[in-house]
């Protein structure tokens, strides 16, 4: 039989996996799916990562993300709120908030394995 559904509230939440600039905080793990937010301030970018075996979808709620990639990390995407942004699985990230605001993003992962890799740089190997 299967679990019924739930509710979560945010004093539900409780915090995610750390990236030093940013703040994480589950709502919920199932069999391949992770939910929560993340929340960076306004100035802050965050470590270099990636999402393992993970897909991921971020729908940025308030504020601007900026999601710096590729060799050397020298490429970028901007969102702001009402935006979706998609991280494809072992893609070496950091997140930025450019804006003068903080910025929160729900965060959907599909997939398996920790939901996040902290890594030295956007050239690090990811796996």
């Known amino acids: 039989m299967s679990e019924p559904v739930r509710v979560v509230r945010e004093d539900d939440l409780v915090d995610g996996d750390p990236t030093p600039g940013m703040h994480r905080q589950v709502a919920f793990e199932a069999p391949s799916l992770w939910a929560g937010l993340v929340h960076t ?3 802050a970018t965050s470590g ?10 971020l729908y940025v ?14 490429e970028r995407a901007d969102a702001g709120a009402g935006e979706f942004i998609h991280v494809p699985a072992w893609t070496v990230h950091r997140e930025s908030n450019p804006g003068g605001d903080r ?8 997939g398996d394995g920790p939901p996040t890799v902290n890594v030295d740089g956007p050239d ?3 796996r």
Do not use: C, K, N
């Open 124 to 126: 690090a190997e990811p």
């Open 103 to 110: 910025s929160t993003a729900v965060i959907a992962r599909a």
């Open 61 to 74: 709620v308030a504020g601007t993300m900026r999601l710096e990639f590729g060799a050397g990390g020298a």
């Open 41 to 43: 301030d306004p100035g």
């Open 48 to 57: 270099w990562h990636h999402h393992g075996d993970r897909e991921t979808s």
